[in-house]
Structure formats: C-alpha cells, structure tokens
C-alpha cells in the first residue's frame, strides 16, 4: 500500500517540478562513496563558483537544482573507508564518509606470457607510456561537462566490471580500471558527452586508445580500438563517433574498455550510466 501511494505521489508530481527534482536525482545517483567511487559534497549557494580541492587536486564543481553547487569528487581505489576531506579555496575544509566496498576476483589466461611479464624492453615502453597517460588524466580544463549522466560509448551488454582484482596466468596485476561492454569488433564508440581530445595513442596493455576531456576533471579513456577516428585538438559533440571496438593490446577478444577518470581517480564507470551495482 505504502509503495502504491509513493507510486500516485509520484505522479501526482506538478510537471514544473520535473527539471530541479531530476538535478537532484543527478546528485543522488552520482553519489557512491566508495573506494573506486564517486562522493557528490553539498558546497551550499552563491553567486560565485566555488572551488574544491582532494588529495591536492582540483575537484569537478557543478550547480544542482539551479541553485546548490556540489562537488563531484572522485574516489581512487586505493582510498580506506572511513572521513576524508575536500579542501576548500577559502582555507575551510568538508568531510565526507567513504563506505566500503568488496570487489571480486578474476582469473584470466594469456598466451601471450610477455603481456604477463614483460621483458625489460618493453617495461620501459610501459613506463613511457604510462607517463604520458597518467599526465593526460591530471589535465583540468575549466569547461563545464556537457551532460554528467553520460549516454553509453557503445550499445551492447556490459562484462567485467569495474574494479575486479585481476590475476594474469595466476599472477595478480592492477585491478580492472574500467568498464567492459562486449560487443563484436568494428562496433562505432561514440563520444558519452561532448569532449575534447586530448591524447591518441597505440599502447603496450590498451592498444588503440583515445582519450577525451569532458571538462574539470572528468576524463574518458577507450581502449583496444581496431580504428581510431579522430586526432588530438578534435572537439567531440555528444555522440560523435571516436573510433571502432577492437582487440588491439592486451585484449583476449574483441571488446570495449572504457575507463572515467575524475580528478585523477579511475572511477567507476557505472555510476556515469545509471548501471552503479553496490
Ligand atoms: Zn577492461
């Protein structure tokens, strides 16, 4: 009964109410406070933009229901349960809550045993290139992202999730920093929200890759392409094709692995799409 008169409730609601109810369902839906996660910190209102910082670093900062600015704070996975703090402009700090998380295990086995244990050749182009990408995750251009509920880069079923503890040949490696859709190669990936370009590569572990900068912070990256579409400096508009599914890399089939990136965190891509599984 209670349900059914939550259910008229909601109908009941006056359409003018719709655009600040669905910002402040953007906020709750956003908020999973959770190592690998994403903790939305209430800033309060006024004319001005406020600006937040984490672990030193710049935050994501977005108005909701037209009046609140939030924090959209990413949490990497290496972050303990427990109070953390944003530091605010002004010398004043927040503290939030971050809950635990369990994340499982998965057992993969390569042919390939140099995608296990690289030789020292190849451990320098490792290094190399994880250089460069991990610089283009701590890029924080001012730009407010077109749509923070991002639509999905490709439309096919998702398979390994985010975070899972990853054992190559029984070796345990970095857990899994993205999300996987499994759709066949060839497969148009298309830009979650408008972005820009900001670095195309092809590497030792993700193959073909793009990476777009959505705007403060929030940074998409697209592995194991067969074909890449665009070019660094490329303004994307929401939905622009990128570049097609692939197996390039270290990759046991075709398929897409997307990883978002906030505040230099890799974060959960699931929670962007409404698909967040506790
Ligand atoms: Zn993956």
Redesign the pocket.
Known sequence: MRLLSALLLCFALPLGALPAQAQDFLARLLDKPVPGGVAVVDLGTGAQRPAARYQGRPVLVAKTDGRRWIAVVGLPLTVKPGREQLELADGRTLAFQVDGRDYQEQHITLKNTEQVNPNPANLKRIERELAVQTTAYQQFSPRQPSNLLFDKPVSGPL??PFGLRRFFNGEERNP?????FAVPAGTPVKAPAAGRVILVGDYFFNGRTVFVDHGQGLISMF??LSQIGVKVGDELARGAVLGKVGATGR?TGP????NVSLNDARVDPSIFIGAFKP
């Open positions: 398979s390994s899994h920093s993205g999300l996987d592995c194991h990759a398929h897409l692995h997307w």
